[in-house]
């Protein structure tokens, strides 16, 4: 597939791998007092803020490639559907990934072990990585970078993956580890499968 595609992608391996070790060592604790630091600053009104935030996130990184798919196939412009598909398949491939790393690590939540932590949100399984971030980091590339390609999408993109992965801290359900190795495998998934659609065209160009 190329050497500066496997340079990125033993790159983003080592990430995840190096944070997964971290994430099960004491060194967590540092994080969890963070965490318990900025949930005493949360107002009412701050916590059902970043409560809309994490619940709204689907709507967006779901919801825009999915309208560029089906506006491409019902006015038969191939493009939309490629880089639609390109980045609900790139969310899905990491989807996959931080599923079968969580089964792995089963590390537990925040609030599961440390009980100066409120969980705020939903968390489902284990913890690391953040599946949350994971979408939100595929999909604001995605939308950025293969839909718009504006200095405007990056910017509104960007907002809006960091208050996606701010909130899922905040409210307690992830630690900072577990953000940062979202955004590794959520970049990895969008980018292999970028790269696959790239190679299928090569092929047939």
Do not use: C
Request: glycine letters at 8%; hydrophobic letters at 50%.
């Amino acid at each position: 597939m190329g050497k500066k595609f496997w340079l990125r992608f033993s790159i983003l391996v080592s990430i995840v791998v190096i944070l997964g070790f971290y994430r099960v060592s004491p060194n967590k604790v540092k994080e969890q007092n963070i965490i318990a630091e900025l949930q005493l600053q949360q107002t009412p009104s701050s916590i059902r803020f970043f409560q809309v935030i994490s619940d709204s996130i689907s709507f967006i990184s779901l919801g825009i490639p999915a309208l560029f798919l089906a506006s491409g196939l019902i006015k038969k412009k191939r493009l939309w559907v490629r880089q639609a598909l390109i980045i609900l398949l790139g969310i899905a491939l990491g989807g996959a990934i931080s599923a079968t790393i969580k089964r792995t690590v089963k590390e537990p939540r925040p609030y599961e072990v440390d009980s100066r932590i409120t969980q705020w949100s939903v968390g489902g399984s284990n913890s690391f990585p953040s599946g949350h971030t994971v979408e939100v980091t595929a999909a604001a590339i995605g939308i950025s970078a293969i839909l718009f390609r504006t200095p405007l999408s990056v910017i509104l993109a960007v907002v809006w993956a960091v208050l996606m992965m701010s909130s899922r801290i905040v409210l307690g359900v992830h630690n900072f580890t577990d953000i940062l190795g979202g955004m590794a495998v959520g970049t990895l998934g969008l980018m292999t499968v970028h790269r696959l659609f790239e190679r299928y065209d090569e092929k047939h160009s």
